[in-house]
């Protein structure tokens, strides 16, 4: 099955720096790659996601690239503000007629952005 | 919209005691929904999926037999936790699959944070 790896674990920043937070996926038949944040206690909230069929996508102060042939994503956080802190996580998916949308996750970056 | 709710958000419960978590998709239909669990300061680990009208489809190493899903309608997913023990205290969230026009992605509900005493 799929296997998603995420990097690094930890990320501290300053207010105002860019984070940049990495993952690998396994098989190259995935599609689909979410990003969610979670804040403690709270539920995923999907932030941003891209498809296979496009290599960047942008949405005010986040971004996320990926390289299919080198099989890699990564999210791309500029100007970050302390609300920002909190865990993301990303994921992939292969095909829905394959894998009903299943999503695999990576193990978590926990951000923190200091004031 | 695509809003899921789940029910209840905490539960405390004696050992060998059985516990059902809802989950709904609000304002969108979902012919799948996703169980997952989540321990303190880790991932998401899947548990099953849940296909509407059919039997779910559990994960590895999950057993079907202490974790019962029932999908009976395109807006509720339940997750029964039978014979819980401690063991079994968790996050519990569950997703639903939101199909609208070229968009396919996951919802999350806001979990269940089970205890098991």
């Known amino acids: 099955g799929e296997n998603v790896e995420q990097h690094p674990s930890t990320l501290s920043v300053q207010e105002g720096d860019s984070a940049v937070i990495k993952c690998t996926y396994s098989d190259s038949a995935s599609n689909y790659f979410p990003w969610y944040k979670q804040e403690l206690g709270k539920r995923p909230q999907l932030i941003i996601d891209i498809r296979s069929n496009v290599g960047e996508k942008k949405d005010q102060r986040i971004a996320v690239t990926l390289n299919k042939t080198a099989k890699h994503f990564s999210l791309h956080i500029t100007e970050t503000q302390p609300e920002d802190s909190a865990v993301y996580f990303c994921?992939?998916?292969?095909?829905?007629?394959?894998?009903?949308?299943?999503?695999?996750f990576g193990q978590g970056t926990i951000l923190t952005v200091h004031p | 919209g695509a809003v899921v709710s789940q029910h209840p958000s905490r539960v405390i419960c004696k050992s060998g005691t059985s516990v059902k978590i809802e989950c709904r998709s609000l304002d969108f239909q979902a012919t799948t929904m996703f169980w997952y669990r989540q321990f303190p300061k880790q991932s998401l680990m899947l548990m099953a999926t849940?296909?509407?009208?059919?039997?779910?489809?559990?994960e590895q190493g999950v057993e079907k037999d202490k974790f019962l899903i029932n999908h009976a309608s395109l807006t509720l997913s339940t997750l029964t936790v039978t014979s819980a023990h401690p063991e079994d205290s968790s996050f519990y969230i569950c997703?639903?699959?939101?199909?609208?026009?070229?968009?396919?992605?996951?919802?999350f509900g806001p979990g269940t944070r089970l205890t098991v005493l």
């Open positions: 994921a992939a998916s292969m095909p829905p007629r394959t894998s009903y949308g299943k999503l695999t």
């Open positions: 849940s296909n509407e009208g059919s039997k779910a489809t559990y």
């Open positions: 997703s639903a699959r939101y199909l609208a026009g070229s968009t396919d992605t996951q919802y």
